[in-house]
Nanobody, 132 residues
Framework: QVQLVESGGGLVQAGDSLRLSCAAS????????MGWFRQAPGKERDFVAA????????NYADSVKGRFTISRDNAKNTVYLQMNSLKPEDTAVYFC?????????????????????????WGQGTQVTVSS
Protein backbone atom coordinates (compact mmCIF):
# COMPACT_ATOMS: atom_id res chain seq x y z
CA GLN A 1 0.00 0.00 0.00
CA VAL A 2 0.97 3.62 -0.42
CA GLN A 3 -0.33 6.76 1.27
CA LEU A 4 -0.34 10.02 -0.66
CA VAL A 5 -0.34 13.61 0.59
CA GLU A 6 -0.58 16.55 -1.81
CA SER A 7 0.66 20.07 -1.12
CA GLY A 8 1.43 23.29 -2.94
CA GLY A 9 -2.01 24.48 -3.95
CA GLY A 10 -3.14 28.04 -3.54
CA LEU A 11 -4.68 31.15 -5.05
CA VAL A 12 -2.84 32.66 -8.00
CA GLN A 13 -3.53 34.98 -10.90
CA ALA A 14 -3.86 33.96 -14.52
CA GLY A 15 -0.42 33.52 -16.07
CA ASP A 16 1.23 32.58 -12.79
CA SER A 17 2.92 29.29 -11.93
CA LEU A 18 2.52 26.76 -9.14
CA ARG A 19 4.27 23.52 -8.28
CA LEU A 20 2.28 20.78 -6.64
CA SER A 21 3.97 18.02 -4.68
CA CYS A 22 2.72 14.60 -3.71
CA ALA A 23 4.61 12.81 -0.98
CA ALA A 24 4.20 9.07 -0.82
CA SER A 25 4.77 6.79 2.12
CA UNK A 26 4.88 3.06 1.99
CA UNK A 27 6.94 0.56 0.16
CA UNK A 28 8.24 0.47 -3.38
CA UNK A 29 7.27 3.98 -4.50
CA UNK A 30 9.47 3.54 -7.54
CA UNK A 31 7.27 0.65 -8.68
CA UNK A 32 4.14 2.79 -8.94
CA UNK A 33 2.86 4.74 -11.88
CA MET A 34 1.83 8.15 -10.58
CA GLY A 35 -0.91 10.38 -11.91
CA TRP A 36 -2.46 13.78 -11.34
CA PHE A 37 -6.17 14.39 -11.76
CA ARG A 38 -8.36 17.40 -11.07
CA GLN A 39 -11.97 18.01 -10.23
CA ALA A 40 -13.83 21.28 -10.53
CA PRO A 41 -17.09 21.86 -8.63
CA GLY A 42 -19.95 19.94 -10.18
CA LYS A 43 -17.70 18.20 -12.70
CA GLU A 44 -16.12 14.80 -13.06
CA ARG A 45 -12.55 14.05 -12.04
CA ASP A 46 -10.39 14.69 -15.10
CA PHE A 47 -6.97 13.38 -16.05
CA VAL A 48 -4.08 15.82 -16.01
CA ALA A 49 -0.83 13.85 -16.31
CA ALA A 50 0.84 10.53 -15.55
CA UNK A 51 4.42 9.35 -15.24
CA UNK A 52 6.04 5.94 -15.44
CA UNK A 53 8.08 4.25 -12.71
CA UNK A 54 11.35 5.63 -13.98
CA UNK A 55 10.02 8.96 -15.14
CA UNK A 56 10.96 8.13 -18.68
CA UNK A 57 7.43 8.07 -20.08
CA UNK A 58 4.81 10.74 -19.48
CA ASN A 59 1.22 11.25 -20.58
CA TYR A 60 -0.64 14.57 -20.60
CA ALA A 61 -4.15 15.77 -21.18
CA ASP A 62 -4.40 17.95 -24.26
CA SER A 63 -5.61 20.84 -22.15
CA VAL A 64 -2.33 21.06 -20.24
CA LYS A 65 0.26 20.01 -22.82
CA GLY A 66 3.03 22.57 -23.10
CA ARG A 67 2.02 24.24 -19.82
CA PHE A 68 2.26 21.49 -17.17
CA THR A 69 5.15 19.13 -16.45
CA ILE A 70 4.99 16.01 -14.32
CA SER A 71 8.16 14.67 -12.74
CA ARG A 72 9.21 12.40 -9.92
CA ASP A 73 12.06 11.93 -7.49
CA ASN A 74 12.09 8.31 -6.41
CA ALA A 75 14.78 9.00 -3.81
CA LYS A 76 12.37 11.41 -2.11
CA ASN A 77 9.21 9.39 -2.77
CA THR A 78 7.68 12.47 -4.36
CA VAL A 79 5.94 13.33 -7.59
CA TYR A 80 5.57 16.91 -8.80
CA LEU A 81 3.30 18.85 -11.11
CA GLN A 82 4.80 22.07 -12.38
CA MET A 83 2.01 24.27 -13.67
CA ASN A 84 2.87 27.29 -15.80
CA SER A 85 0.73 29.84 -17.62
CA LEU A 86 -2.21 29.02 -15.40
CA LYS A 87 -5.70 29.84 -16.61
CA PRO A 88 -8.95 30.32 -14.68
CA GLU A 89 -10.20 27.06 -16.17
CA ASP A 90 -7.39 25.25 -14.33
CA THR A 91 -9.19 25.98 -11.07
CA ALA A 92 -9.96 22.68 -9.35
CA VAL A 93 -8.99 20.34 -6.58
CA TYR A 94 -5.92 18.45 -7.74
CA PHE A 95 -5.48 14.84 -6.71
CA CYS A 96 -2.43 12.62 -6.77
CA UNK A 97 -2.93 8.94 -7.58
CA UNK A 98 -0.82 5.79 -7.64
CA UNK A 99 -1.12 2.42 -9.26
CA UNK A 100 1.16 -0.60 -9.17
CA UNK A 101 1.51 -2.72 -12.25
CA UNK A 102 0.92 -0.32 -15.11
CA UNK A 103 3.61 -0.09 -17.75
CA UNK A 104 3.35 3.09 -19.78
CA UNK A 105 5.51 1.55 -22.49
CA UNK A 106 2.55 -0.71 -23.30
CA UNK A 107 -0.10 1.01 -25.40
CA UNK A 108 -3.10 -0.26 -23.43
CA UNK A 109 -1.53 0.71 -20.11
CA UNK A 110 -0.59 4.11 -21.51
CA UNK A 111 -4.25 4.65 -22.37
CA UNK A 112 -5.39 3.37 -18.99
CA UNK A 113 -3.08 5.78 -17.20
CA UNK A 114 -5.48 8.59 -18.13
CA UNK A 115 -8.44 6.86 -16.50
CA UNK A 116 -9.23 7.50 -12.83
CA UNK A 117 -10.51 3.96 -12.44
CA UNK A 118 -7.06 2.57 -13.16
CA UNK A 119 -5.65 3.93 -9.89
CA UNK A 120 -6.09 2.27 -6.52
CA UNK A 121 -4.54 4.89 -4.28
CA TRP A 122 -5.50 8.54 -3.94
CA GLY A 123 -4.51 11.55 -1.92
CA GLN A 124 -6.94 13.96 -0.28
CA GLY A 125 -6.43 16.72 -2.84
CA THR A 126 -5.14 20.28 -2.85
CA GLN A 127 -7.10 23.30 -4.06
CA VAL A 128 -5.79 25.39 -6.92
CA THR A 129 -7.65 28.60 -7.68
CA VAL A 130 -6.69 30.81 -10.62
CA SER A 131 -8.22 34.27 -10.74
CA SER A 132 -8.63 36.23 -13.96
Amino acid sequence: QVQLVESGGGLVQAGDSLRLSCAASGRSFSSYVMGWFRQAPGKERDFVAAISWSGGVTNYADSVKGRFTISRDNAKNTVYLQMNSLKPEDTAVYFCAAEWGLDLRIKDDYTRSSQAGAYAYWGQGTQVTVSS
